[in-house]
């Protein structure tokens, strides 16, 4: 049932990828149908709940409350069920805001196409780095004493939202809905990401603290 549960969690987590990037290239993609402030209101809500779980699940008390109703080898695939889900709801849920910001052409649209490109290629070399399987929730989190610093991890501290931000930042056409989902999903990393440092600083201690001062970056090199 375990494997089972892992196996079908996959599943999921590949379907809510899959139809995210249906939704970015075609539901938010330039339409007639615009919604305005109140949708942009209603759209911040729903990633509002998608960011939530991620924040209050990755809290130790959080995570021991999860260990008390299932095992501790489920807790990570429990993790990618809920957020998965919640990703396909956000999609399905999304309501139009409508509009396009600009249009890029000639040179400037190779340009953008290749920002996205690097953020695709960035995003996976983290991923990589940190274990697919883990992320996808078919294996529980590394041993506590593992630390990262190989790969993308040496030029910035966070690659894999480096990778986010360079990918959906450089759309283009840029809606309304490609532009509100850009900011306001930087908006919690920016918010996540000295939360999470915390955490790791907790978890190794002065090996962390070494690590921060070899890799200044958190996210942009020479900017942030």
Request: with cysteine.
């Amino acid at each position: 049932m375990k494997q089972l549960a892992r196996v079908l969690g996959l599943v999921v987590f590949m379907a809510s990828l899959a139809l995210l990037a249906w939704w970015w290239t075609f539901a938010a993609g330039p339409g007639e149908v615009a919604g305005g402030f109140s949708a942009a209101v209603g759209d911040t809500c729903l990633f509002s709940a998608f960011a939530l779980h991620h924040s209050l699940l990755a809290r130790p008390c959080a995570r021991q409350w999860v260990q008390r109703v299932l095992p501790n080898d489920l807790v990570r695939t429990s993790y990618v069920w809920i957020a998965s889900l919640l990703l396909i709801a956000m999609c399905l849920c999304w309501q139009r805001v409508g509009g396009v910001l600009y249009r890029a052409n000639g040179l400037p649209a190779v340009l953008f196409r290749a920002m996205q490109v690097l953020g695709i290629v960035v995003g996976a070399l983290a991923v990589r780095r940190i274990s697919v399987r883990e992320l996808a929730g078919l294996a529980p989190p590394g041993s506590v004493d593992e630390l990262e610093y190989g790969g993308p991890y040496r030029l910035v501290r966070h690659p894999l939202y480096l990778g986010w931000v360079l990918f959906f930042f450089a759309a283009s056409p840029m809606t309304g809905d490609r532009l509100l989902f850009a900011v306001v999903s930087t908006v919690y990393l920016l918010i996540a990401m000295p939360l999470e440092e915390a955490g790791l600083q907790r978890q190794f201690g002065e090996r962390y603290l070494e690590y921060r001062k070899t890799v200044r970056w958190r996210l942009i090199p020479y900017i942030h």
